[in-house]
């Protein structure tokens, strides 16, 4: 069984009702899909990114929160909403930046971007402090029709940023980026069982 086939028996509902959402907005053709993640404490940057995107005209963005206000602006704004499931974990919508709060609400994004690869979604992750002056995606085909990958990262002087991934859902991607989510969750699992619920450094929120 492969790791497609894994995730999928083990996710079970989730994956249902996650597919059901991502579909609404992503784009019917290429199955690209834009995820950000958005909270209350971050509002502001939220509301330029939203000006932004919709300033191009872009409708396959899906936000993931556990605010209702952020997920009110979203949809306001023609975005997709993607929330946690009512037993998961509650999530701190003010978390600070280099906080193990912090560190779980990206975690929050990191399983989601694996479900989304596991059911077939070519996903793009972006930040929300940035301005959009043109379709990130058309600047991705270019790229990938000069030299394909199965992943498009930034480079931020020589260090790889979270900040824009574009993740196709081959099966390379879908190893690498499970690598990443095991990562994830045992940065996590250390701060809680062994140093007393702080990251082990600030720069684990990079």
């Known amino acids: 069984m492969g790791i497609r086939e894994r995730i999928k028996a083990a996710s079970g509902r989730k994956l249902g009702r996650l597919w059901q959402r991502a579909a609404e907005v992503a784009n019917v053709e290429t199955h690209e899909i834009v995820i950000i993640l958005a909270t209350s404490g971050y509002y502001d940057l939220f509301a330029n990114f939203l000006c932004s995107v919709s300033s191009l005209n872009f409708p396959h963005l899906m936000v993931l929160t556990s ?95 979270g900040c824009f991934v574009y993740l196709d859902y081959t099966e390379k991607a879908l190893i690498f980026w499970n690598n990443i989510l095991r990562g994830h969750q045992e940065i996590i699992l250390f701060s809680h069982l062994n140093n007393s619920g702080l990251l082990p450094n600030f720069h684990m929120s990079e």
């Open 67 to 161: 605010d209702e206000d952020i997920a009110q602006l979203a949809r306001s704004m023609g975005a997709g909403v993607y929330y946690l499931e009512n037993d998961e974990t509650v999530l701190d919508s003010f978390a600070d930046f280099g906080t193990l709060p912090y560190q779980e609400l990206i975690l929050f994004r990191t399983k989601t971007v694996m479900n989304l690869l596991t059911l077939g979604f070519r996903v793009l992750v972006s930040d929300i402090d940035t301005v959009w002056l043109s379709n990130p995606l058309h600047a991705v085909k270019l790229e990938l029709a000069y030299q394909p990958a199965d992943l498009v990262i930034t480079d931020d002087n020589g260090e790889v940023c």
